[in-house]
C-alpha cells in the first residue's frame, strides 16, 4: 500500500474507500468538475479531500476554500494540514478565519455587536473611514510574516494579531492573498455579499476556487436560514413604549406598524386561521400608504434607515457594557424590526407566513428563502471545482439538485454522485427496527407511550456502558420519558430544550464519566448532530420514532415549492422525508466513531421497515425487524465480552 500512496497524503496507509473518494476527489479537481460524495464516518475525508486538492491548488495557482459551520471541524482541517505540511515538507500557506464579528477584539462576546451584523459592520466601516480603530491603522510586517509561515488555528492568529495591536480579520485576509487554502465558513462563498468582498480582497475570481463543503447536508438549511427572519408583535410594542417619549415620529410609525400586524392577526380570527401567507407586497405597501401620510412623509427605506440611526445612537461606545439594560433591549429590539423590515423585501421567492395561536397571543411574521439553489447555482457555476462531502449526504442525487448542481442547470461541467460504504467492520453495528412501536401521530397516547418506555428500559437491562436515546421532540422526550422505571430514570441524563451550550457540554462531561449513563435527548439537537462523542462512548442508541415535521404551512409550502420544481414524488421526499431521515443518521451515527466502536442501534418505530422509508436508508443499512430487540442486545453484548 505504501507505495502507491499519494505524495502529500501523510499517514502509513490508506483505508478501505478512502483511496477511492480520494481517486474520485482528484479527479473533480482535475477536470474543473463538482463531486457531491456520501462518505460515511470513518472513511477520513478531511485528509482525503485535502491531499488532492491542495496538490493542485499548489501547481495550478488556485486556492482551496475548505467550508465548514463547525468549530471543531476548523480543528481538523488545521491539524491536517499542519501534519501534511510536516510529513510532506512542502511550502503553502494556510489561513484559518472565522467571520468579521468574532475576529474582532473590539467586539467582545456577548456585546451587541456579535448579536447584530448591521450595528457592527456601521461600526466598524465608520471606525476604519474616521481612521479611528488602532488595529485597522497598525500595520506589522512581522504578524504577517508569522501567520504566512506557520499554520495558526484561529485562535492562535486571533491571539497573536491582538497582541501585536493589528486586526487579526484584515490581516488574515491580507495573507489570503497568498493562501493555497482558506479554512472558513459557508458564508465566505454562499453569501454573495460576503463572498464578492473576500475575494476582491484577497485578489481571486471565483474560478481561482477550488470549493470544499464539508457537512454538506447542511448546506440548504444554511443558505435558507441565511435569508430569513421573524418579527413578533411584542417586539414592535415594547420599542414604540420605548420611543414613546423620545422620538415622536418613530413611535408613531411603529404603532402603524403594529396596527398592520392587528389586522392580519383580525383576518386570521375570522377565517379561523392560527397560519396564513402573505404577499411581500402587501406589507410593503401598507407601510408605504401610512409613512405617505405621517407628517414628516418618508419612505419604506428611509423609515429602515431611520430605525437604524436611532438603534445607533444608543450605542455610542465600543461595547454594550456602558449602556444601560434598559437602553439595549430597546436598541435591540429597534434592530431587530429594522433587519426584518430591511430583508423583508428582497425579490427572492421566499416563504412568506403570519402565524397567530388560537388566543390571538404575540402574533408573529416570518420569511424564509424557499429555493437554495438561487445562492448555490451560481457559486457552482463559477468555481474551478467543487467538492460536497457528508456522511449523511445521502441520497446525494437530492443535495445535488436542490442546490442546484445538476447537468441541466450547469452546463461545461460534470456532476459526480457517489456513495461510499462505510468502512468499519460490519459486525460492530447491528441495527434493529421494532415491531409494534411507533410515534405514529394517530397511533400516540398513554399506551404507546408506556409500551416504548418499558421496551426502553428492557434494552437498558443488557446495555454494558453508556447509551443514548433520541426522541423526535421534547414534548415526547417528556411524555414517553414519565413512564420510564425508575431505576433508569436514575441513571438519565436528560438534555432540556433551554439549555445553553455550557450547560450541554456539562451534560457531556457527566455522560463521558458515567459509563452507565443514559442520554436522553432529540433528533436534530446538538446531542445528535453538533457534538462529536468519543470513540466507544455510546454502546447503545435508541433512535425513538420518525422525526417527521408537524404539516405546518411552511413544511406544505416547501413540499409545494418542490413539486413544482422536481415532480410529485421528490417533493415529498425531498420537502419531507428526507430531512427527517437525516436527522435518524445523524443520530444513529453518534455511536460508532472510529474502526473499533461498536454499538447496536435500535430504530424504534416501525415504519422504519416500510416503504418508503426503508428505501431512504443508504446502501450499507442492513436491519433487523424484530419485537425482541432486547435479545439482540443480550446477543450483541456477550458476543462482546466473548470477544475479549
Ligand atoms: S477594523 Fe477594527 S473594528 Fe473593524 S474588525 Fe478590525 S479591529 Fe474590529
Known amino acids: 500500500m505504501e507505495e502507491d500512496k499519494p505524495f502529500l497524503f501523510p499517514f502509513p496507509s490508506i483505508r478501505e474507500g478512502q483511496r477511492e473518494f480520494m481517486e474520485d476527489v482528484k479527479q473533480a479537481v482535475e477536470g474543473g468538475n463538482i463531486l457531491a460524495a456520501h462518505a460515511p464516518t470513518g472513511i477520513g475525508k478531511t485528509v482525503a479531500v485535502l491531499v488532492p486538492a491542495l496538490q493542485y491548488a499548489v501547481q495550478n495557482d488556485k486556492t482551496v476554500f475548505f467550508l465548514t459551520s463547525k468549530r471543531s471541524q476548523h480543528k481538523i482541517a488545521i491539524d491536517t494540514l499542519r501534519l501534511i505540511k510536516e510529513r510532506a515538507k512542502l511550502n503553502f500557506v494556510v489561513v484559518d478565519i472565522i467571520s468579521k464579528q468574532s475576529m474582532c477584539p473590539r467586539a467582545k462576546a456577548g456585546s451587541i455587536y456579535r448579536e447584530f451584523y448591521s450595528l457592527f459592520s456601521e461600526f466598524c466601516r465608520s471606525e476604519q473611514k474616521n481612521r479611528r480603530c488602532r488595529y485597522f491603522v497598525n500595520r506589522d510586517e512581522e504578524a504577517q510574516q508569522r501567520i504566512r509561515k506557520e499554520i495558526m488555528h484561529v485562535e492562535e492568529l486571533y491571539d497573536w494579531c491582538s497582541f501585536r495591536g493589528v486586526c487579526p480579520y484584515k490581516a488574515a485576509l491580507e495573507v489570503g492573498e497568498s493562501a493555497d487554502v482558506l479554512v472558513c465558513d459557508y458564508n465566505y462563498l454562499f453569501s454573495s455579499d460576503i463572498a464578492e468582498t473576500v475575494l476582491e ?80 407586497d402587501f406589507l410593503v405597501g401598507e407601510m408605504e400608504k401610512v409613512l405617505r401620510r405621517r407628517i414628516v412623509a418618508m419612505s419604506y427605506g428611509d423609515f429602515v434607515n431611520s430605525l437604524r440611526n436611532t438603534a445607533e445612537r444608543f450605542g455610542g461606545s465600543e461595547t454594550a457594557k456602558n449602556t444601560k439594560y434598559k437602553d439595549e433591549a430597546l436598541q435591540r429590539n429597534i434592530l431587530n424590526i429594522a433587519d426584518f423590515l430591511d430583508e423583508w423585501r428582497t425579490g427572492e421567492k421566499c416563504l412568506r407566513i403570519f402565524s397567530v395561536s388560537q388566543h390571538n397571543e404575540n402574533p408573529f411574521l416570518h420569511f424564509k428563502l424557499l429555493d437554495p439553489s438561487i445562492v448555490s447555482e451560481p457559486v457552482f457555476a463559477g468555481a474551478h471545482s467543487t467538492i460536497m462531502m457528508s456522511g449523511t449526504l445521502c441520497p446525494a442525487e437530492m443535495y445535488a439538485e436542490i442546490l442546484g448542481a445538476s447537468s441541466d442547470r450547469i452546463k461545461g461541467k460534470e456532476i459526480v454522485l457517489r456513495e461510499y460504504n462505510s468502512p468499519f467492520p460490519e459486525e460492530n453495528r447491528l441495527i434493529v427496527v421494532t415491531k409494534g412501536l411507533t410515534t405514529k401521530y394517530t397511533k400516540r397516547g398513554e399506551e404507546m407511550y408506556s409500551k416504548i418506555a418499558g421496551k426502553i428500559a428492557e434494552v437498558v437491562e443488557y446495555v454494558q456502558g453508556g447509551m443514548a436515546v433520541f426522541f423526535p421532540s421534547y414534548a415526547l422526550q417528556r411524555d414517553i420519558a414519565a413512564y420510564l422505571p425508575e431505576e433508569v430514570r436514575r441513571k438519565a441524563i436528560v438534555e432540556r430544550r433551554e439549555m445553553r451550550k455550557e450547560e450541554k457540554n ?85 455511536g460508532i466513531r472510529s474502526e473499533h466502536d461498536r454499538c447496536i442501534i435500535i430504530l424504534m418505530d416501525y415504519r422504519f421497515a416500510q416503504f418508503p422509508y426503508k428505501n431512504c436508508f443508504p446502501a450499507d443499512y442492513h436491519v433487523a425487524l424484530t419485537d425482541r430487540a432486547e435479545e439482540f442486545a443480550k446477543s450483541f453484548f456477550k458476543y462482546r465480552n466473548a470477544k475479549l
Not at 267 to 274: G, I, L
Not at 536 to 549: D, E, R
Open 506 to 590: 456539562r451534560l457531556y462531561e457527566q455522560l463521558r464519566e458515567d459509563s452507565g449513563g443514559i442520554l436522553l435527548a432529540v433528533q436534530g439537537g446538538s446531542f445528535s448532530e453538533g457534538m462529536d462523542f468519543e470513540s466507544n462512548m455510546l454502546k447503545a442508541i435508541i433512535v425513538v420514532g420518525l422525526p417527521l415535521s408537524p404539516p405546518t404551512l411552511e413544511v406544505k409550502t416547501v413540499i409545494g415549492y418542490y413539486r413544482g420544481e422536481f415532480g410529485a414524488e421528490k417533493g415529498k421526499l425531498y420537502g419531507y422525508l428526507y430531512p427527517a431521515i437525516t436527522k435518524v443518521l445523524q443520530a444513529a451515527g453518534r
Open 201 to 280: 480582497k484577497i485578489g481571486k475570481g471565483l474560478e481561482d476556487v477550488i470549493v470544499i463543503v464539508d457537512e454538506a447536508h447542511n448546506l440548504p438549511d444554511r443558505i435558507r436560514n441565511n435569508l430569513s427572519s421573524e418579527l413578533r408583535m411584542s417586539t414592535i410594542t415594547e420599542a414604540a413604549h420605548g420611543l414613546r417619549h423620545t422620538n415622536r415620529e418613530i413611535y408613531g410609525n411603529l404603532m402603524e406598524l403594529e396596527r398592520i400586524f392587528a389586522k392580519l392577526a383580525m383576518v386570521a380570527r375570522k377565517s379561523k386561521k392560527e397560519e396564513m401567507n402573505v404577499d411581500r
